[in-house]
């Protein structure tokens, strides 16, 4: 019996595989091309540009921190620098107080007014006045243009007349105000008088050129003789001596 065999013709796989090595080919071309011109990265690529940023950020932080820190570094005082005298030896400082004599201070809420209570139990035979009642009185000192951070009480000269309040302000300047004033009468003969009107006292002004002051010291000056004196501090341990840079003369 004679039958018909049907052959089935096998189709050749060749061009597919082209097609695909050919798509192969072209996506990896691709790749390269856009990695090459910056387009896309690789995953290396990517970690190395996010470490160089990461780097960049901390470095610029740490350089940050170091000039902070460096800014608000304060240096211990260092009695040979004087901002304004090279000629005095100072020695034996301590930290000025709100408190001494008698006087005691504290700054009023709103930092444009001091109180000043004075114990004339204490403070009358030091002042050289001929007639008080020994009771604690309460002053009010006013006169300032900008806020008061802390309040001293100094020593300037070789006596009770002397004695000066100090200011610290906000800004880091010194305003000050003599307890005492010294006056001429009519033959010239000087003498002096407590610094207050209608038991109230204002200040004598800003102290010039003194800026930058962190803290208050007393300390002993000598050139030849010697005095007690106040000195400001400032950040870097140089200093301000302050009785050189005002005059508690009315005339």
Same mark, same amino acid.
């Given at each position: 019996m004679n039958g018909n065999i /049907?052959? +089935? #013709?096998? %189709?050749?796989?060749?061009?597919?595989?082209?097609?695909?090595?050919?798509?192969?080919?072209?996506?990896?071309?691709?790749?390269?091309?856009?990695?090459?011109?910056?387009?896309?990265? /690789?995953? +290396? #690529?990517? %970690?190395?540009?996010?470490?160089?940023?990461?780097?960049?950020?901390?470095?610029?932080?740490?350089?940050?921190?170091?000039?902070?820190?460096?800014?608000?570094?304060?240096?211990?005082?260092?009695l040979s620098k004087c901002l304004n005298n090279s000629t005095n030896t100072y020695s034996n400082q301590s930290e000025a107080t709100a408190s001494k004599y008698g006087l005691s201070m504290s700054v009023n809420q709103d930092k444009m007014s001091v109180t000043l209570n004075i114990d004339w139990a204490t403070f009358g035979p030091i002042s050289g006045a001929t007639a008080y009642v020994g009771t604690v009185k309460t002053y009010q000192i006013t006169g300032f243009t900008s806020k008061v951070k802390a309040a001293y009480i100094g020593d300037v000269g070789q006596d009770a007349t002397g004695i000066t309040l100090f200011f610290l302000m906000e800004d880091n300047t010194v305003s000050y105000m003599p307890m005492f004033i010294w006056k001429q009468d009519t033959q010239g003969n000087g003498y002096s008088q407590m610094n207050y009107t209608n038991d109230n006292f204002v200040i004598k002004g800003v102290l010039p050129t003194a800026k930058d002051v962190i803290n208050l010291y007393i300390a002993n000056a000598s050139n030849g003789s010697g005095y007690i004196t106040t000195i400001a501090a400032t950040k870097d341990g140089?200093?301000?001596?302050?009785?050189?840079?005002?005059?508690?003369k009315d005339y």
């Open positions: /049907t052959v +089935k #013709e096998k %189709k050749s796989k060749g061009p597919v595989i082209i097609i695909i090595i050919l798509v192969l080919v072209i996506v990896g071309l691709s790749t390269y091309i856009l990695s090459d011109k910056g387009i896309i990265f /690789t995953d +290396k #690529e990517e %970690k190395t540009e996010s470490y160089k940023k990461d780097t960049t950020k901390t470095d610029k932080k740490d350089n940050d921190d170091n000039t902070t820190k460096e800014e608000d570094t304060i240096k211990p005082l260092d140089s200093f301000y001596d302050l009785s050189l840079l005002f005059t508690n």
